[in-house]
């Protein structure tokens, strides 16, 4: 029979109105980099600004209230080249890496990491001159994971093309789209490449442009959805 499970990485499009669209751009300035969490369900008459209310409202078409989760959420309006990277648990890592005692929160991965369930992009603004897709490999969660291997498990270099289909390696490249939502597991290795086609080139010259905005922006929100609780420092 067929599988009703949904695909690993989902793409939606036309997600949000101008209207919605435009708050949230405004919002997202003010929130920048700095990260924050919000829990689902939302309380009745909480206090909760347009990002948080935003999300909830697209979390709620995709998954229902049915669990309690957690959703941390910041946001980007360059176009930046950003290394390929995967989301984690960053201070309790950096806790128990100096720690002696074992972990005291389950659901974590079989490298020791905890990862959100679910990794997001909504792209809001996507300027006219801007080609930074978002890459993600959903088989992936380390840099090291990409690299060639031997019959012994040793590494022998970094993947090409042809390599990764041979090994396959699995990478996705979601063209950047304003009102675009996407959704990759959390666990997953993702990178946002400037130029596009960097990993193509032996080197960069020349300093990156940022302005103006309506060619060179890249304005979005990134969120991912936690069970149990919210990542350490966050809130």
Known sequence: ??????????????????????????????????????????????????IERALDNILQEMDGNRDITYVEYWARQEWRSIEAHADVDEFRAKEEDASSEAPDIAALGPDGYRYPKFGHVLYLQVGSEVRGPTCVWPHRRSGG??????????????????????????????PARGGRLLRFPGSALHAVPRPHNLWFLPFVMGSAVYEPEEEWGRSVILFNIWENEAPKGVS
């Open 145 to 174: 994971e990409l690299r060639k291997k031997d019959s012994n498990g040793n590494n022998k270099g970094v993947q090409t093309c042809e390599s990764s289909q041979d090994d396959e390696i699995e990478l996705l490249i979601v």
């Open 1 to 50: 029979g067929f599988s009703t499970s949904p695909p690993a990485i989902q793409v939606f499009d036309n997600v949000l109105d101008e209207t919605t669209t435009a708050t949230l751009r405004v919002a997202a300035k003010a929130v920048g980099l700095g990260h924050r969490a919000f829990v689902r369900p939302l309380k009745p008459g909480g206090a909760y600004n347009p």
